[in-house]
């Protein structure tokens, strides 16, 4: 009996030790199958994560951030204790025992799905295993994914430290709100840096792991409060947190971003603008676009706040000035539907989804309203973060529309949603009513630079970022018109013509394949043999097309490739009044080597790029110091900085062109609208019936331009509009402030040359001595004299029985006529080909 019991227990236990052997096996078997085919665990040693590119004012402040996966990455022993421990605590409390998987925790989750026939199915995943899956394998949930899982977080802890692998979980683990890491969440969630979040709010951002979705702080609040409450009495229960700690923890309301109880990070930041975008791409094009979203760039952007704040408010000033005077109401083209209009709670939440621009400050800001009553004499408002109570109260008068044609009920209607914004006294900025504001259908741009080293200090792309994204300032394709005049003197001058040079301004035909082209003056008029300085300040056509056809337009383009206006220019006659498409930020670049003497700058919107290493891989400036590392280097004695930028035209040319196109500021095309209190010089530009209107000048430091036409070319202002009246005041305004920062003095006098006193409208040489309106000192090259009696044609010949001045106006049949207004005004004859170039005006 006993050998058959002991049989009976011997056959069991061979039983069992077989079986366990075959499990064994069969585990073993299962776990070498599925270890066959994984990724290498190894990519983890160089891991790189996504990272948000951010840029940096001059001022060393953050202005906007880009990201794919809004990351901030923290390295192990930036991530404070109490944050480690949190995490720990929620989801793997044996972290630093076991060997990448937690076998009880494994079978307790078997066991749970036995029992519940799989409908309970418990992840059991520890913290190396979570990073397996997050950084090799699928979220799906299958034995086999959990198996790989397994010998994937094995491998894992063999072949890091438990630190490293709780790195990068911490910076890898999705947290909710599109933040990925524990840094990046802090921010999300409380707008601080980890170092300044106490336990429960350490806590809070270790429950969201488990759904992030399910514990909103605001929608999810009880839920969370529950998870979060957990996790701390886990962290208490680990010693994590004493018992003062805790209780004062547990007792937190929880307190968030979402919910109102800190600012967002994001509204601390700048509105983004055509600046930042424009940086956006040209670095996406260099670096590549994936690259630059994640790969935690630092980039320093050139941009000076206070100058991109008053170039955007020059722009404005002049957009709205010509829209308002239009008289014409369009509004933002959204209304709200007509049941939220007598609920405040609704119609306050469907005006704060409208789709309308909040980035416009002209005065005041422009807020977003919508429109709950119109009367004869004034109407009612919903104002966005204006109360009912509010002693500003919510109607507009209607002394504020009288720009506008009609009244109340001709342009506005109950839903409307529009702009508005405060209108204040001068004297003491008390609020006096609410006035109604509109997106201008007009567009432009402004731009602003150094000239000495190319850093964009300014650029507004159009009226609003928000409203239109299009960057007129480096993406819209123009017609500089008359601007481009400058370049075709330029090759004038370095060809041997001076400032005292006779050019014919008379008519002048040219047969093309589309018929007989007769460009004109703006004025109409001729004026005969003129110095090309009176050509160049009065913006003359003619004159410009003969001195074109002299030089030869091969060499004008060559020129305009030179100073980088274009890539390659047609050499034909009307581009020499420019026709052919630019943009502002390549004419303003231009223009800066104008102003410099003669110097290649390459403009640029960043002064420098560092990698997520704080390795520099872009610096603009790369002039050479050639002391800056001399210890005995005198006390207060600057390095002396060497420059060596690349002449892209003489010097003397440089500054013969400046001179004339400081007569253009002075008694030219933009006298009476430019008037600074530094030496300043530009050109206007008008292209045929005021399609574009340009305005470009500088300083001895700044070079700004400005242009202004409608998107989808049109005349404007019945092509009445002109560079100077309409650009030139935005770069008054503009430069006025700028002069004080920056400052100005006169432009340098290279040497080799001498200065010649001659009669700015005949050429003639003058006394030494003499003065008057009409005379000029031109500087000339030593050796080079004005030749006298010369004037050039072009090869165009002028006839003796040319029509000069007033007689001109009779013979092209102009006529006047008095106009809306009551004003008195000359137009020319109907128009034709002959008469309608695509060249500039003036």
């Given at each position: ?8 227990f011997?056959g069991i236990f061979?039983?069992?030790t077989?079986?366990?052997a075959?499990i064994?096996?069969?585990i073993?078997?299962i776990?070498?199958?599925?270890g066959?085919?994984?990724p290498?665990?190894d990519a983890?040693?160089?891991?790189r994560p996504?990272?948000?590119s ?5 001022e060393?402040?953050i202005?906007d951030?880009?990201a794919r996966?809004r ?9 404070p ?8 605590s ?5 972290f ?8 009880r ?5 078997v ?14 995943s520890t913290i190396?295993?979570?990073v ?5 394998l699928s979220?799906?949930r ?6 790989k899982?397994v010998i994937l ?6 072949s890091?430290s438990k630190?490293k ?15 990925y ?6 921010q ?14 350490a806590?809070i951002?270790?429950?969201m792991p488990?759904?992030?979705?399910d ?6 609040y009880?839920r969370l409060l ?8 886990e962290?208490?229960?680990n ?11 547990f007792?937190?309301p929880i ?5 109102g109880?800190?600012p967002?990070?994001?509204q ?38 206070e100058?991109q704040?008053?170039?955007a408010?020059?722009?404005r000033?002049?957009l709205?000035w010509f829209?308002r005077?239009?008289g014409?109401w369009?509004?933002?083209?959204v209304t709200?539907p007509a049941?939220t209009?007598?609920?405040e709670?609704?119609?306050r939440?469907a ?18 309203a919508?429109?709950?009553g119109v009367?004869?004499q004034?109407?009612?408002?919903g104002?966005?973060?204006?109360t009912?109570?509010?002693v ?11 720009w506008l ?6 342009n506005f ?11 204040t006294?001068d004297s ?5 009513n ?11 741009a402004?731009?602003?630079?150094d000239?000495n080293?190319?850093r964009?200090i300014?650029?507004?792309?159009g009226?609003s970022y928000q409203?239109s994204?299009f ?7 123009r017609?500089p018109?008359?601007?481009?005049k ?5 090759s ?7 400032p005292?040079t006779?050019?014919v301004?008379?008519p002048?035909?040219?047969?093309t ?6 460009p004109k003056n703006?004025?109409?008029k001729?004026?005969?043999p003129?110095p090309l300085r ?9 004159m410009t097309?003969r001195l ?10 060559e020129?305009?490739e030179?100073f980088?206006v274009?890539d390659d220019?047609g050499p034909?006659l ?7 498409e630019t ?9 800066a080597?104008?102003?410099n003497?003669?110097e ?6 960043v ?7 704080g390795?520099t891989?872009y610096?603009h400036?790369?002039r ?19 420059s060596n ?7 003397i040319t440089a ?6 196109m400081?007569g253009v500021?002075q008694?030219?095309t933009?006298?009476g609208?430019v008037?600074?209190p530094v030496?300043?010089a ?13 305005f470009?000048?500088f ?7 400005c ?6 070319p049109?005349p ?5 509009g002109y560079?100077?009246t ?8 503009f430069m006025?402030?700028?002069?004080k920062k920056?400052?100005g003095?006169?432009?340098d006098l290279?040497?080799?040359g001498h ?5 700015r ?11 008057g309106a ?5 500087y000339?090259?030593?050796?080079e004299?004005?030749?006298f009696?010369v004037?050039?044609d072009?090869?165009f010949?002028?006839?003796s ?7 001109a106006?009779?013979?092209q049949g102009?006529?006047?006529?008095t106009?809306s207004?009551g004003?008195t ?5 109907r128009a034709?080909?002959?008469t309608?170039?695509?060249g500039?005006l003036?």
């Open positions: 009996m006993i050998r058959f019991v002991l049989a009976i011997g061979t039983f069992l077989l079986a366990l075959v064994a096996l069969s073993g078997a776990f070498w199958i599925y066959q085919d994984l290498s665990h983890l040693q160089s891991y996504e990272m948000i951010r840029i940096y004012s001059s060393g402040r202005i951030e880009f996966e990351r901030l990455y923290a390295p192990a022993d930036e991530i204790e109490l944050v480690k421990h949190a995490f720990i929620a989801e793997d409390k044996n630093y025992t076991h060997a990448g998987y937690d076998v925790g494994i079978g307790a989750a066991v749970e799905a036995v029992r519940t026939r799989g409908q309970t199915l418990r992840g059991a190396p295993q979570q397996a899956k997050n950084m090799f979220g799906d299958k034995i086999e994914r959990k198996v899982e977080a094995s491998r894992l802890v063999d890091m630190d692998i709780l790195e990068i979980y911490l910076n890898e683990i999705f947290l909710g709100q599109n933040s890491g524990v840094a990046a969440a802090a999300t969630y409380f707008n601080k840096p980890l170092d300044q979040i106490d336990a429960a709010e806590a951002l270790a429950s488990k759904a992030p979705s514990y909103h702080p605001v929608r999810e009880d529950e998870r979060r409450n957990y996790v701390l009495q962290m208490h229960q010693g994590y947190l004493s018992d003062d700690e805790y209780n004062v923890a007792a937190e307190r968030s971003v979402q919910g109880d800190f967002a990070f994001r601390t930041l700048p509105p983004r603008d055509y600046f930042t975008d424009e940086i956006r791409r040209q670095l996406s094009h260099d670096f590549g676009e994936e690259e630059f979203f994640t790969g935690g760039y630092a980039i320093r952007a050139t941009i000076d706040p100058m704040a008053l170039a408010t020059a722009l000033h002049r709205e829209d005077n239009l014409s369009r509004g933002t083209g709200l049941e209009l007598d609920d709670t609704a119609w939440e005006l704060r989804s409208a789709p309308v621009p909040r980035d416009i400050t002209l005065e005041h800001k422009w807020v977003p919508v429109v709950l009367a004869d004034s109407l009612t408002l104002i966005e973060g204006v009912s109570d509010d500003r109260g919510n109607s507009v008068p209607r002394a504020d529309i009288q044609r009609g009244d109340f009920h001709d209607t109950k839903g409307d949603v529009i702009l508005v914004r405060e209108v006294g003491d900025g008390a609020f006096l609410w006035s109604v504001r509109q997106v201008p259908e007009v567009e432009g402004f731009m602003a630079m000239v080293n190319g964009v300014a650029m507004q792309g009226f409203h994204v960057n007129r300032a480096t993406q819209a394709q017609q018109g008359s601007s481009f400058p370049f075709v003197y330029a004038a001058l370095d060809s041997g013509y001076t005292a006779i050019v301004d008379a002048i035909e040219i047969d394949p589309d018929g007989v082209w007769r703006s004025s109409n001729y004026y005969g003129t009176t050509g160049i300040e009065q913006s003359r056509n003619l097309i074109a056809r002299e030089v030869g337009m091969d060499v004008v383009a020129y305009a030179r980088g274009y220019m034909y009307a581009n020499a009044l420019g026709s052919e943009t502002l930020f390549k004419m303003v670049s231009a223009y080597m104008f102003a003497g003669g290649r700058v390459e403009p640029t919107l002064d420098r790029v560092q990698d997520r290493n390795r891989v610096r400036d790369d050479i110091c050639a002391d800056c590392y001399d210890g005995n280097l005198p006390r207060g004695e600057s390095p002396i900085i060497v930028r690349q002449r892209v035209m003489n010097a500054y013969q062109l400046t001179s004339m400081q500021v008694r030219g933009a006298s609208v008037n600074l030496p300043t530009g050109k206007t530009g008008t292209t045929n019936d005021a399609r574009d209107a340009w470009v000048g300083t001895s430091n700044i070079v700004a331009g242009y202004i036409g409608y998107d989808n049109r404007m202002m019945g092509g009445r560079g100077g309409l650009c030139g005041p935005a770069f008054q305004e006025t402030q700028a002069v920056f400052g003095g006169d432009f290279p040497p080799g200065f010649i006193k001659i009669d409208f005949t050429g003639a040489r003058l006394p030494d001595d003499a003065s009409n005379v000029v000192a031109e000339f090259r030593d050796g004299e004005p030749i009696g004037s050039f072009g090869g010949a002028m006839g029985n040319l029509p000069l001045y007033e007689e106006a009779q013979a102009q006529t006047q006529v106009t207004t004003e005004t000359t137009i020319g004859p034709d080909f002959g309608l170039s695509s500039g003036y």
